[in-house]
């Protein structure tokens, strides 16, 4: 593949929250399809470690997912609504909310720490999600040699991301699991057979398919639609490499049909994940109940830390795609040699 480079035109998703090992990464890019690091909420520290061990692993391309830093203001007296409405589930776990400490100029400056490390150390592709980020961080990687994409789910943001000089668009279909990856309002909720072939249409940039992908003849559909590759989050999450808690890739596995949602509850943001009981007392709840993002996420850390550590997935956020529930428990090999 002329842009990417790849034997196998397929993307191991970045899946923040721990999921993304630097064994997952490197194994996949060793079998020749693309391994990505999620680096959304880690402190650059553990990045820079994580991508050494990467490089130590393989020397084969691989990809550092970014969140692009969003405006937000904390309002005080939405916190305490917010922590009200969660009060039943700190009392479970015998947790005291903490109130949230976000401050967008921090996040900032640790995406810009971010991006210096990610020159230093040369990595050589770069994703972002959540928006665009600036002319001049695009024109630092450019001249670093890193390749870029962003994720659109909509042809307007993808237009977007084409003219803002980002090298690849990655079209997320309505059916991806974790976080909608789209900058504008309103969110867009298209399926990825729809989206797909729009923005190909659309752009002149290569696009890259996201979005319900489990199976061969679903990667073979998304080339016939113009993808250049695909993009796949759920079925790694549930190989044997990947760093996902035994009672969340059970969790998955057990479903015998498409049980997910878009909620907000986690997070303040839409993301797509398996209805359990965190979510359905937060849909009970009035809808101001929930701060947007990333407050929300600062104050459910907690209860997620604790359900994790207890493997207790009806207080974790469950992200999975629409078709998770046909995915198997294998090693990355295996599930690459059934997808090529
Ligand atoms: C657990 C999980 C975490 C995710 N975290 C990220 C992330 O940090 N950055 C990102 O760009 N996309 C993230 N995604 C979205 C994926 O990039 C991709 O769009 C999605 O997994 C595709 O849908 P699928 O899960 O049905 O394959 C995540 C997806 C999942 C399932």
């Not at 790849?6 to 923040?16: D, G, R, S, V």
């Not at 079998?31 to 470690?49: C, D, H, R, V, W």
């Not at 991301?161 to 298209?190: N, S, T, Y």
Request: proline share 6%; with cysteine; charged share 20%.
């Amino acid at each position: 593949m002329k842009h990417l480079n790849l034997q196998i035109p397929i993307i191991q998703a970045p899946m923040a929250g721990g999921i993304t090992t630097p064994q997952l990464v490197s194994k996949v890019s060793n079998l020749g399809a693309l391994g990505s690091y999620a680096a959304g909420y880690i402190k650059t520290p553990q990045m820079e470690e994580d991508i050494k061990e990467i490089q130590s692993l393989t020397h084969k391309p691989f990809m550092v997912n970014l969140f692009v830093p969003e405006k937000y203001i904390v309002d005080p007296d939405a916190v305490q609504i917010a922590i009200k409405a969660l009060d039943p589930i700190y009392k479970k776990f015998e947790l005291t909310p903490q109130l949230p400490s976000n401050n967008p100029e921090k996040d900032l400056k640790r995406f810009n720490q971010q991006i210096d490390k990610l020159i230093e150390l040369r990595v050589p592709i770069c994703s972002f999600v959540f928006g665009i980020p600036s002319k001049e961080v695009i024109q630092r990687l450019k001249d670093n040699d890193i390749l870029t994409m962003a994720t659109a789910t909509s042809v307007e943001e993808a237009l977007a991301i084409e003219k803002a000089g980002i090298d690849i668009v990655i079209a997320q279909g309505i059916e991806a699991g974790g976080h909608r990856g789209g900058f504008l309002e309103p969110m867009q909720q298209i399926p990825l057979t729809t989206l797909l072939p729009q923005v190909v249409k659309a752009v002149a940039i290569p696009v890259i398919a996201a979005g319900g992908i489990m199976t061969k003849p679903d990667i073979q559909k998304a080339r016939e639609l113009g993808a250049i590759a695909v993009q796949m989050g759920t079925a790694f999450l549930l190989t044997d490499e990947s760093g996902a808690i035994e009672a969340y890739k059970e969790s998955i596995i057990q479903e015998k049909q498409d049980n997910t949602v878009l909620t907000k509850a986690f997070s303040g943001k839409y993301a797509r994940g398996i209805r359990n009981e965190f979510i359905a007392l937060i849909d009970s709840q009035p809808e101001n109940a929930i701060l947007p993002y990333p407050t929300q996420n600062s104050l459910t850390k907690s209860i997620r830390k604790s359900a994790r550590k207890n493997q207790n997935p009806q207080f974790i956020s469950l992200w999975c795609g629409q078709n998770g529930y046909s995915g198997k428990r294998q090693s990355v090999k295996d599930l690459l040699d059934s997808l090529i």
